[in-house]
């Protein structure tokens, strides 16, 4: 199964950045989107290390409240 997460951009430096998800960082590649598309700040979707498509907040916040829905019932599934 191959899982995008979505990141929040801290720091740039073109073509790599550092983005940062539930107090984790990392560096990661934007060689994949326009240059000057994404800003500090802004959301993307990451794969594989990779920034695949930048989305908004509210995107990112939905996505992760689904990822840890399925967390959760992996969790449970294993009791």
Excluded at 7 to 22: D, H, L, Q, S, T
Excluded at 40 to 62: L, T, W
């Amino acid at each position: 199964m191959c899982v995008g997460v979505p990141m929040k951009v801290v720091e740039i430096n073109y073509p790599m950045a550092v983005a940062e998800a539930k107090g984790v960082k990392r560096t990661i590649s934007l060689m994949l989107l326009p240059e000057g598309e994404v800003k500090e700040g802004d959301y993307v979707m990451v794969h594989v290390g990779n920034a695949i498509e930048k989305i908004d907040e509210k995107e990112a916040q939905e996505i992760w409240k689904a990822l840890d829905e399925v967390l959760q019932a992996l969790e449970e599934g294993d009791g």
